[in-house]
């Protein structure tokens, strides 16, 4: 069976590895000290190399990729430690939004939305509880929105007539309370609070079904961060002298270095699987690679001594990113919890 990406997807890969091309950790720094934590300018180069549009379908001006073109994007933003949210900001609001009015400032980049999803006390819970929807106004708050920082709008769930239901905000309203703060990753999450805002909806999306669909891009993210990670550390290893010889000729590095290649390995043959059967359980492969991915980003950061925790290497801001993912609507035993449910 052939694994090799086909042109089209070489090309989505060549795109990322472009646009992210000098991005140190300085680069990512500056980044994240912007309002919001996304630099606008970079964000709208994103959208023109269609990267966002990507995660549209043709009938709303997208590109309508499939699964494995998109996991290929993810991948390689991971590899490249691109420090742009494009599943949280890109890939869901393209998602969502289908249909409506607001999708084709997403995708062009002049709109950027977050969705507000998670409650205080629900960490995990996609069923809106604390929001209320009324009369085509919001009440209640949301926490851990990621990019609402910077979002232009939010997508909302909320529960009305005891079901949840999706909702459009405009984030610069005056009814909307947001409260910015930084998470693991260096990102800008907000804390958002609804004083009967005007609200547009309800979305025709299925948020169970993209939401499943972002688990598989989170892994894919997180497999691309993996393997930089190893290849990062692999390097180093060959370079880092102790006791006058490289420590990568100690044999019992030789073997964590072995582990953490078998571990790469079996994560990236976690995403065909999911690539090659659409009915594979996405909630269990996040959670294999997550716990994967930590493994190999702690190998990582030991190998490297005091400096794979500090701000100036790329190995402890990419352990911080799959620390986020991995936890990102479920950590790894909700997850295994989902499936087990599923079965």
Same mark, same amino acid.
């Given at each position: 069976m052939n694994f090799d990406l086909?042109?089209?997807?070489?090309?989505?890969?060549? &795109? *990322? =590895?472009?646009?992210?091309?000098?991005?140190?950790?300085? @680069? #990512?720094?500056? !980044?994240?000290?912007?309002?919001?934590?996304?630099?606008?300018?970079?964000?709208?180069?994103?959208?023109?190399?269609?990267?966002?549009?990507?995660?549209?379908?043709?009938?709303?001006?997208?590109?309508?990729?499939?699964?494995?073109?998109?996991?290929?994007?993810?991948?390689?933003?991971?590899?490249?430690? &691109? *420090? =742009?949210?494009?599943?949280?900001?890109?890939?869901?609001? @393209? #998602?969502?939004? !289908?249909?409506?009015?607001?999708?084709?400032?997403?995708?062009?980049?002049?709109?950027?939305?977050?969705?507000?999803?998670?409650?205080?006390?629900?960490?995990?819970?996609l069923d809106a509880q604390g929001v209320k929807a009324k009369g085509g106004k919001l009440s209640g708050t949301k926490q851990f929105v990621l990019g609402g920082g910077a979002a232009d709008v939010f997508v909302v769930t909320a529960e009305e007539d005891g079901k949840t239901a999706l909702y459009v905000v405009d984030a610069k309203a005056p009814e909307v309370e947001v409260r910015p703060y930084p998470v693991a990753d260096g990102g800008v999450a907000a804390i958002v609070t609804f004083h009967d805002a005007s609200a547009e909806g309800p979305l025709a999306a299925d948020l169970h079904a993209v939401i499943n669909e972002a688990r598989l891009m989170a892994a894919a993210e997180m497999v691309g961060l993996a393997q930089r990670l190893f290849a990062d550390t692999l390097e180093y290893i060959k370079t880092r002298e102790q006791f006058g010889q490289p420590i990568g000729r100690f044999q019992v590095l030789q073997h964590r270095m072995v582990d953490a290649y078998a571990r790469v390995e079996s994560v990236q043959s976690a995403i065909l699987r999911a690539l090659l059967q659409p009915a594979a359980p996405m909630a269990a492969i996040k959670a294999h690679v997550a716990e994967n991915a930590i493994w190999v980003a702690h190998q990582a950061v030991q190998l490297h001594g005091g400096m794979g925790m500090s701000d100036e290497l790329g190995i402890g801001h990419g352990l911080k990113r799959i620390v986020l993912l991995s936890k990102l609507f479920g950590d790894p035993a909700s997850d295994i919890l989902d499936y087990a449910r599923a079965a």
């Amino acid at each position: 069976m052939n694994f090799d990406l086909d042109e089209n997807q070489e090309l989505f890969k060549a &795109a *990322v =590895e472009r646009f992210c091309q000098g991005q140190d950790v300085a @680069a #990512r720094r500056a !980044a994240r000290a912007l309002p919001g934590g996304i630099d606008r300018a970079r964000w709208k180069e994103l959208a023109e190399l269609g990267l966002i549009g990507l995660a549209a379908g043709e009938d709303d001006g997208g590109m309508g990729g499939s699964h494995g073109d998109l996991a290929v994007v993810a991948q390689a933003l991971g590899h490249a430690q &691109a *420090v =742009e949210p494009w599943l949280e900001c890109g890939f869901l609001p @393209a #998602r969502l939004l !289908a249909g409506s009015s607001h999708l084709e400032g997403v995708i062009a980049g002049d709109t950027i939305a977050a969705l507000a999803f998670a409650e205080p006390g629900r960490r995990f819970v996609l069923d809106a509880q604390g929001v209320k929807a009324k009369g085509g106004k919001l009440s209640g708050t949301k926490q851990f929105v990621l990019g609402g920082g910077a979002a232009d709008v939010f997508v909302v769930t909320a529960e009305e007539d005891g079901k949840t239901a999706l909702y459009v905000v405009d984030a610069k309203a005056p009814e909307v309370e947001v409260r910015p703060y930084p998470v693991a990753d260096g990102g800008v999450a907000a804390i958002v609070t609804f004083h009967d805002a005007s609200a547009e909806g309800p979305l025709a999306a299925d948020l169970h079904a993209v939401i499943n669909e972002a688990r598989l891009m989170a892994a894919a993210e997180m497999v691309g961060l993996a393997q930089r990670l190893f290849a990062d550390t692999l390097e180093y290893i060959k370079t880092r002298e102790q006791f006058g010889q490289p420590i990568g000729r100690f044999q019992v590095l030789q073997h964590r270095m072995v582990d953490a290649y078998a571990r790469v390995e079996s994560v990236q043959s976690a995403i065909l699987r999911a690539l090659l059967q659409p009915a594979a359980p996405m909630a269990a492969i996040k959670a294999h690679v997550a716990e994967n991915a930590i493994w190999v980003a702690h190998q990582a950061v030991q190998l490297h001594g005091g400096m794979g925790m500090s701000d100036e290497l790329g190995i402890g801001h990419g352990l911080k990113r799959i620390v986020l993912l991995s936890k990102l609507f479920g950590d790894p035993a909700s997850d295994i919890l989902d499936y087990a449910r599923a079965a």
